[in-house]
């Protein structure tokens, strides 16, 4: 099993940043693809960014130039750097986890975190 653990939410006013973390832990050697995503009041879950094992990245067109997304391969730890912010990026964000390698096999499993809550508001 594995645990996603993030942190890093809170409330900022337009025009701020914020930084989420999302640490995996259990039995995981190396996750395949780590990202966020966001759930606002009333609309479904969608896309924010990924990052696979292999470095590709993919952003929402609502976050490019705003978020950046990395990862700690060591630790695997994924974060979101979160820039600009605007009312509209309020939301729930939920860190995820598709795909983990641990010894010598590979798991085609989903994982989620609890969410955090991020509000853009001044």
């Known amino acids: 099993q594995v645990q996603l653990v993030e942190s890093g939410g809170g409330l900022v006013q337009p025009g701020g940043s914020l930084r989420l973390s999302c640490a995996a832990s259990?039995?995981?050697?190396?996750?395949?693809?780590m990202g966020w995503y966001r759930q606002a009041p009333g609309k479904q879950r969608d896309l924010v960014a990924t990052?696979?094992?292999?470095?590709?990245?993919n952003y929402a067109d609502s976050v490019k130039g705003r978020f950046t997304i990395s990862r700690d391969m060591t630790n695997n730890t994924v974060y979101l750097q979160m820039n600009t912010l605007k009312p509209e990026d309020t939301a729930v964000y939920y860190c995820?986890?598709?795909?983990?390698?641990?010894?010598?096999?590979?798991?085609?499993?989903?994982?989620w975190g609890q969410g955090t809550q991020v509000t853009v508001s001044s």
């Open positions: 995820s986890l598709h795909g983990v390698y641990f010894r010598g096999t590979y798991y085609n499993a989903d994982y």
């Open positions: 259990g039995s995981i050697s190396t996750a395949n693809v």
């Open positions: 990052c696979t094992w292999a470095g590709r990245i």
